[in-house]
């Protein structure tokens, strides 16, 4: 005779009850989505969902959704198929360890420099006015104070979060991450542009900013630009991507590199599903 689960007899038995206490537990999860394959989709599915970003024109204009693009930065850290790829977007970095229990941005989110361009939950912002937040429709100027607030279409009734540089007080590692999300709004949450050539600085503040043109963006309090962290790049779960700070880059000639060069915006349509 051959003994098995459903041989109710000692260690049998206690084998078979195991076994339908595991899926019992495993059907109520499941009916809960409370399944670590469920949470990760269901985190993919509202922050990787395509946002058309409206049509501001050609300037960018307050209440707009906008990204905030390194386009002149490479977009992997090692070379393709022999063809180098170049477009960063600034995004929002839901790491492991908090999949378990967040499923939407939230606050202290860690930001990064994402290869995905493509308009999404993540990457997109919506740009206000630090002196009037109520203000829609009105274009920025070179030399306005604005902020990055993060829409959190998951969870609309939650706290506001914003983009916001915490400075250091001591001396800290290269490769730390400072820009996060955070519900707090204060002066560290506030940034400023202005052109990115020195001969246009002086007659270009105060002018409209275009979409799509090459700018300096500093942050207001610690008086530095916005830069990516090319040489920080690590695996996240939305796979490689690469840090971003506040840190001037400046070469021989007093020009900023790279690093520092980004691109707001506003005037990109998502692609249609048919």
Not at 186 to 207: A, I
Not at 257 to 269: G, M, Q, R
Request: net charge positive; glycine share 6%.
């Amino acid at each position: 005779m051959n003994y098995n689960n459903s041989v109710l007899i000692g260690n049998w038995s206690e084998e078979r009850l195991k076994n339908e206490y595991e899926f019992k537990l495993f059907l109520r999860k499941r009916d809960r989505r409370e399944l670590l394959l469920q949470r990760s989709r269901t985190l993919f599915s509202n922050l990787l969902r395509e946002r058309p970003l409206a049509i501001s024109g050609t300037y960018v204009q307050y209440g707009f959704n906008v990204q905030v693009v390194a386009s002149d930065m490479p977009a992997k850290a090692k070379i393709a198929n022999g063809k180098q790829q170049y477009g960063l977007a600034m995004s929002i970095l839901v790491r492991e360890r908090q999949v378990d229990y967040v499923q939407n941005i939230c606050d202290d989110c860690l930001m990064t420099m994402s290869p995905i361009v493509t308009p999404c939950c993540r990457n997109t912002f919506v740009i206000i006015s630090a002196e009037n937040e109520n203000v829609y429709g009105t274009e920025m100027k070179y030399g306005d104070e604005f902020l990055l607030k993060a829409e959190n279409y998951g969870e609309p009734e939650a706290a506001p979060l914003y983009v916001r540089y915490s400075t250091s007080s001591t001396p800290a590692p290269a490769d730390r991450m400072p820009m996060r999300l955070s519900t707090v709004k204060d002066s560290n949450c506030r940034f400023t542009t202005m052109p990115l050539l020195p001969r246009d600085r002086l007659e270009g503040l105060g002018s409209p900013v275009k979409t799509g043109a090459k700018l300096i963006i500093k942050n207001c309090v610690a008086d530095k630009s916005l830069c990516v962290m090319n040489q920080n790049w690590m695996q996240t779960f939305f796979g490689p991507e690469c840090g971003v700070t506040c840190r001037n880059y400046i070469d021989i000639h007093g020009r900023y590199t790279a690093e520092n060069v980004f691109t707001l915006v506003s005037d990109v349509e998502t692609k249609t599903k048919d």
